[in-house]
Structures are given as structure tokens and as C-alpha cells.
């Protein structure tokens, strides 16, 4: 019998790929999504994303809801009226800089929203969860590359990390405090790229934070150019580095996470990395998307973002030994499927 997950914010930009995945084997998905970084188009019973979603796996979502985990009973509803094996739980405000204005929305959405499914998973005894945590939560390491035995927490630079890191502890916790838990916390590093089709990718609602939605957006021509935060890094070229990881590489992890989580040695809290284990600069991610597109890129280099570091990418060899996973695709490819989906999408989800 295949298996039924329920999925949290899966309209998202994460959340839509696994999805995606999930679909493609086999397994019954319902969807839970508050929409507030999703589009949801005038007329339409389902966001965009997720309704492009069952186009490319030709099958349909057994549920799409609209709702909030910040909402109890709503939850508690979701639990009560569905048979659900497995929670892979996406839903989060993901905004660094928003998260710094305003600590509390950030601290209610992510951590009492997670507290709340949490206590509705128990209610209904389903007990595996897969966690969608971060890179952030090593803060700024001494050392690298970033193994999950490092401590996490201590050196946050914001509210969104320290968010993350709280649910970990709680997760923790929770564990400790019943053995039949199984709990994965996978611990992305930077996602970036697009599914193959081009049709299903990252669409920010705002300004983008991040950095490749800013080059493709910038080399379809909705913003003059590229700022470059900080060029005296102690990095070979002086701009940061980061271990980008495409987002099909990202789903996979998911689904082999999914694979795992109902055999007894996922009892308890494992966090696991899922990175490439190999960091690019913001001028090689920049030169390798000229050359796989064809398309130039104007940029500026600009003052240091406060909070950034310097270099980070992952130890990758947990999620290699345990999930049997690896990350499969390049830069070039990461740059490649980025642009196909900005390309055919200029204006991601939304029509006009
Ligand atoms: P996203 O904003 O595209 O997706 C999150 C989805 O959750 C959105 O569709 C949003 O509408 C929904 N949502 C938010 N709060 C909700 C709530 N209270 N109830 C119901 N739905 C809610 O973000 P993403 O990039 O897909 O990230 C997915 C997860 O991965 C998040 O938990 C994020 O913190 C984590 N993560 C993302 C990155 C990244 O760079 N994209 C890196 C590391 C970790
Ligand atoms: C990458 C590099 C920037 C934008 C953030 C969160 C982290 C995780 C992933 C969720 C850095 C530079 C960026 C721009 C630039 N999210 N940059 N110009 O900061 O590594 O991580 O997203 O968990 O928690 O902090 O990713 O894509 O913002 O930046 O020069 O317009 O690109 O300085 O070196 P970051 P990013």
C-alpha cells in the first residue's frame, strides 16, 4: 500500500519539487499551505505551483488545503480526518532580514507553527517527521567543513537561524522524551535551480534575498544589476562562498529521507547536511551562468550584507553513508535549469 505524507507548505519553492518527486513515486500527498509566499491564481482551487506540479506527474495531489499551523484546530482536523503516515514539514517565513524586523511574527510562524503540528502529529500517533532545517543553524563556524556533530545555535546571526535551531532543540527533546519518534532534520545548504521542465521553480513574492533569483531576474531584465555584498573576503577572489545545491539533487534527498524514515534505526533526532560538500563564490556562480547561458550579468561590488560569512559548505558524508545520497549536479546545471524556468516564466507564477 503506498504510503500517505502529509506535506506543509508544499506550495513553496522546496516544497513544490519534492512534492514533484513524491508524486512520481508512488506516494499519496496532501498538501497543507497558508499562501503566504505561494500564488494562488484568481479562479484557481490550487496554487499555481502545485497545480503545474500534477501536470508533470500526471497525477493529482490526494488533497490540497488551504490553512495555517498557526491554527490548532485546523491542524488537529487534518490529523483527525486523514490517515497519515509520514509529515515532511516545509512550511516556515524564510526572510533573514524580514526575520530581524520582526522577531516574533518569525518566532510564531516557525517555531510554535512546528509546536502545534507537533502536538497534533502526537495526538494522532504519527510519529515520523522530516524537517526542513538549515545551514544557518551552525552560524558562524570556526571551522569548516560543517559536520553535524558541531554545535549549532551558539552563533546565530538572526532570529530566521535562531528559529530553526529552537525547533532542532525541541525536536531533540521531543525525541528524548518518547522513543517512538523518528525524527530527520535535513540541513540545506544553499538550493538554488530549477526542475528540468522549467516550469515549476523559485518565485519570490518580494525583492529577492537570495542570490541566484536575483541573477535571473536580472538577466531577464527586471533589475538593472547584480549588487555584490562585499569583495574583500578572505576568499580567492574576495566574495563570499557557499555550497549551492540544486533543488532536483534537494528532492531527491527528500525522497530517499521519506524511503528511510519508517525503519527502526531513523528512531530518534538525526540531523543530516545535504550540500555538495564544495563552495563556489558569488563571481564564479555569476561567470558560470554567463557561460551556460549566453546572458551577461552587470554587477556592482557593494558593502559586506551585515550577518554574512564569509565561506560555508558541508560535510556531505552522513547523508551518503546513511541515506545513500549524493548530490549529482554541477553549477553549470544549477545555472542551466535557473534560467530555463525564469526564462519560459519571466514573471514566475503570476500571468501578468
Ligand atoms: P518557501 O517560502 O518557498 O516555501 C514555504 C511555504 O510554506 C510557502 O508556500 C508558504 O506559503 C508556506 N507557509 C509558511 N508559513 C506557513 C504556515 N504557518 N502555515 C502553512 N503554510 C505556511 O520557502 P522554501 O525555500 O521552499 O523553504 C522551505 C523550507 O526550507 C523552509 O522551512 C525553509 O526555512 C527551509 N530552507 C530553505 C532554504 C532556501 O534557501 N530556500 C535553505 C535552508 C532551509
Ligand atoms: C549567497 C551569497 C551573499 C544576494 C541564506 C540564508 C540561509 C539559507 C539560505 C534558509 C552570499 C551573496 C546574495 C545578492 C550577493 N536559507 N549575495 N548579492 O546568505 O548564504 O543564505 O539563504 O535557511 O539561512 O541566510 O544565501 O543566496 O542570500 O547569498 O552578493 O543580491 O551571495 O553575500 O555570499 P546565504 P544568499
Known amino acids: 500500500m503506498s504510503k500517505t505524507i502529509l506535506v506543509t507548505g508544499g506550495a513553496g519553492y522546496v516544497g513544490s519539487h519534492c512534492v514533484l518527486e513524491f508524486l512520481q513515486h508512488n506516494y499519496n500527498v496532501i498538501v497543507v499551505d497558508n499562501l503566504v509566499n505561494a500564488v494562488k491564481l484568481e479562479n484557481q482551487e490550487m496554487p499555481e505551483s502545485l497545480i503545474r506540479v500534477e501536470r508533470l506527474a500526471n497525477k493529482k495531489l490526494e488533497k490540497y488545503l488551504t490553512g495555517d499551523l498557526k491554527d490548532q484546530q485546523f491542524i488537529d482536523e487534518i490529523f483527525a480526518n486523514n490517515h497519515i503516515d509520514i509529515v515532511v ?17 518569525y518566532y510564531e510562524n516557525n517555531v510554535s507553527g512546528t509546536i502545534n503540528l507537533l502536538k497534533s502529529m502526537r495526538k494522532s500517533k504519527v510519529t515520523k517527521l522530516i524537517f526542513s532545517s538549515s545551514a544557518t543553524v551552525y552560524g558562524d563556524p570556526e571551522v569548516l567543513p560543517l559536520v553535524e556533530t558541531l554545535p549549532t545555535g551558539q552563533t546565530c546571526t538572526n532570529p530566521y537561524g535562531r528559529s530553526k535551531h529552537m525547533v532542532e532543540v525541541v525536536l531533540k527533546d521531543l525525541c528524548k522524551s518518547s522513543p517512538e519518534w523518528s525524527v530527520m532534520s535535513l540541513r540545506y545548504f544553499n538550493p538554488v535551480g530549477a526542475h528540468s521542465s522549467g516550469d515549476i521553480g523559485e518565485d519570490p513574492q518580494e525583492i529577492p534575498n537570495n542570490l541566484m533569483p536575483f541573477v535571473t531576474q536580472v538577466a531577464v531584465g527586471m533589475r538593472p544589476e547584480l549588487k555584490i555584498f562585499g569583495g574583500d573576503y578572505n576568499t580567492p577572489d574576495g566574495t563570499g562562498v557557499r555550497d549551492y545545491i540544486h533543488i532536483e539533487d534537494l528532492s531527491n534527498g527528500h525522497l530517499k529521507a521519506l524511503e528511510q524514515i519508517t525503519t527502526e534505526l531513523w528512531k530518534d533526532f538525526h540531523p543530516i547536511n545535504l550540500g555538495t560538500g564544495r563552495g563556489y563564490s558569488v563571481l564564479e556562480v555569476i561567470s558560470t551562468f554567463e557561460s551556460a547561458n549566453g546572458v551577461k550579468i552587470p554587477y556592482k561590488i557593494v558593502d559586506r550584507r551585515p550577518g554574512d560569512v564569509t565561506e560555508l559548505y558541508a560535510d556531505a558524508k552522513l547523508a551518503n553513508e546513511k541515506l545513500g545520497w549524493t548530490a549529482t549536479r554541477d553549477m553549470y546545471d544549477m545555472c542551466a535549469s535557473a534560467w530555463k524556468w525564469q526564462s519560459k516564466n519571466p514573471k514566475g507564477y503570476k500571468r501578468d
Open 89 to 105: 514539514h516545509f512550511a516556515a517565513l524564510k526572510s533573514v532580514g524580514e526575520s530581524v524586523a520582526k522577531p516574533l511574527e
